[in-house]
């Protein structure tokens, strides 16, 4: 059974930072590209960003280009998301998604996570 599971999630001033991390079992993690997604109340689910299953291909939601950043480590079957500069309009709840492509996870993921929440004040 496939298990994706979120952390680091919390509250934070505008401004700070925090580090998401998403530790997968139940698959063969360096075979599937992965990704994150957020959802804040009241609005639809949308694509934050996604990585490779070989390190390389990093796209982003243009809305966080320059302040997130994705990572994966294939030997903890872990991916991660630093978020930076973070704002009020990030709060939301995160995802983690994964599926067999890049593009697939980006659109169309085959597993997710229950979600961490993340509060941005201002």
């Known amino acids: 059974q496939v298990q994706l599971v979120e952390s680091g999630g919390g509250l934070v001033q505008a401004g700070g930072s925090l580090r998401l991390s998403c530790a997968a079992s139940?698959?063969?993690?360096?075979?599937?590209?992965m990704g994150w997604f957020r959802q804040a109340p009241g609005k639809e689910r949308e694509f934050v960003a996604a990585?490779?299953?070989?390190?390389?291909?990093?796209p982003y939601n243009d809305s966080v280009k320059g302040r997130f950043t994705i990572s994966r480590d294939n030997a903890k079957n872990t991916v991660y998301l630093q978020m930076n500069s973070l704002k009020p309009e990030d709060t939301a709840v995160y995802y983690c998604?994964?599926?067999?492509?890049?593009?697939?996870?980006?659109?169309?993921?085959?597993?997710w996570g229950q979600g961490t929440q993340v509060t941005v004040s201002s």
């Open positions: 998604a994964s599926a067999a492509t890049t593009a697939a996870v980006s659109t169309t993921p085959r597993y």
């Open positions: 139940g698959l063969t993690f360096s075979n599937y590209a």
């Open positions: 990585i490779s299953r070989l390190v390389g291909i990093t």
